[in-house]
């Protein structure tokens, strides 16, 4: 009898080690992201990324092979990811991207704070945001609001 006592007792001590695992192997909750880039004329610009939604894994900032295209879009043979592009100029001080769940997908909202002290041109630049998702996601799903 105390060899089967042992036996049980191991497997219930692994059946609840490797649920344990199951639990604390997943992100629940918000996330954030803060990246910082030098401008061509030395100044700094701040973009920081919350993920209110608990879906974005992480985040990569204008990602060497971006998407090409305006608007957002699954990155090939990476079915967990998508590129979010949005405008950005050259006063931008602080940038903040707020992810937020909408349905079965995703709002994107982009809000700038730009530095009105000094002379801008109009120029937009397309930068981009790729998104490493829990799970596939097809881009129609996901609404930017700059």
Known sequence: ???????????????????????????????????????????NAIVNVSDR?????DVAFDPADPVAGGGVAAVPGKPNELDVPWTAGACDVTTDIDIG?????LAVTVTIERDESKPCDAIALLRRL?????????????????
Do not use: F, K, N, Y
Request: hydrophobic content about 50%; some cysteine; overall charge positive.
């Open 101 to 105: 769940a909408a349905g079965a997908g």
């Open 53 to 57: 939604s608990g879906r974005v894994r």
């Open 1 to 43: 009898m105390p060899a089967r006592l042992v036996l049980v007792a191991s497997i219930a001590i692994l059946a609840s080690a490797s649920s344990a695992c199951a639990i604390t192997g997943s992100v629940t909750g918000g996330r954030a992201w803060s990246h910082a880039a030098v401008a061509d004329d030395g100044s």
């Open 130 to 146: 790729r998104l490493e998702l829990d799970q596939p996601l097809a881009p129609g799903l996901v609404v930017v609001r700059q």
